[in-house]
């Protein structure tokens, strides 16, 4: 069973496109976070939702816009989407907030924008 | 063998030898640290994590040490195995909060 799951692995896309990356998780968690990797490998935390609510936005473009219908589910939302959006996201989950709480992450979508 | 984080991202080691990964970190008021592996078309996964009020903490092949005075970090792995070639990140906690901020990564390649 995968822990955290997120779909599409893999999407192309043009320049302008709205896309959708979707994200469950069945570990019973009360904290969500999507995560951007670039070309590099890095890591940087995009946003953090506790119990549907969000906690964290780290200055991402309001193009972006995720939500949380209920804990177990973060979904990603991308409007009119730019060439610098080609990198892989990572859905990732805890049980809450603060160390101590491990993230567990998914397995990532690789976005492509052409 | 040993590399120098962000200096050198790639490390490569003899599959028996013990691998050592650095990491520097830049906020003195981190107080988590945790090492994520990740490996090619995957999800980063835990390894072991570390609070700031201890130096050392091992895992199973695993050993996390902090230096709290020059802000780094480091994984060693004993006995290197094939399937630990990854990318290896560690990631900083400040705060309490779950914003954590991970560092560039070091990819290991163990050769057979």
């Known amino acids: 069973d995968t822990a955290v799951s997120q779909t599409p692995k893999y999407l192309v896309t043009q320049m302008g496109n709205d896309k959708s990356i979707k994200c469950e998780q069945n570990?019973?968690?009360?904290?969500m976070y999507w995560y951007k990797q670039d070309s590099k490998k890095f890591l940087k935390i995009m946003f953090s939702?506790?119990?549907?609510?969000?906690?964290i936005n780290e200055t991402v473009p309001n193009r972006f816009s995720p939500k949380s219908p209920d804990k177990a589910h973060l979904n990603l939302h991308i409007n009119s989407l730019e060439l610098g959006d080609s990198a892989v996201y990572f859905c990732?989950?805890?049980?809450?907030?603060?160390?101590?709480?491990?993230?567990?992450f998914g397995e990532g979508s690789w976005l492509t924008v052409v | 063998g040993e590399s120098v984080g962000l200096h050198l991202p790639t490390l490569s080691v003899q599959e028996g030898d013990n691998s050592i990964i650095n990491c520097a970190y830049s906020?003195?008021?981190?107080?988590?640290f945790i090492w994520y592996k990740q490996e090619s078309g995957k999800g980063p996964q835990f390894i072991i994590d570390i609070r700031s009020n201890m130096d050392k903490r091992q895992g199973q092949r695993v050993t996390v040490l902090l230096n709290k005075t020059v802000k780094h970090l480091s994984l060693q792995i004993a006995a290197t195995q094939p399937g630990d070639s990854a990318v290896y990140f560690c990631?900083?906690?400040?705060?309490?909060?779950?914003?954590?901020?991970f560092g560039s990564g070091t990819k290991l390649n163990v050769k057979p």
């Open positions: 990732a989950s805890s049980q809450g907030q603060g160390d101590g709480n491990t993230i567990y």
């Open positions: 990631a900083e906690n400040v705060n309490n909060f779950n914003k954590f901020y």
């Open positions: 570990l019973g968690h009360d904290t």
């Open positions: 939702y506790n119990n549907k609510e969000l906690i």
């Open positions: 906020n003195s008021a981190s107080d988590y």
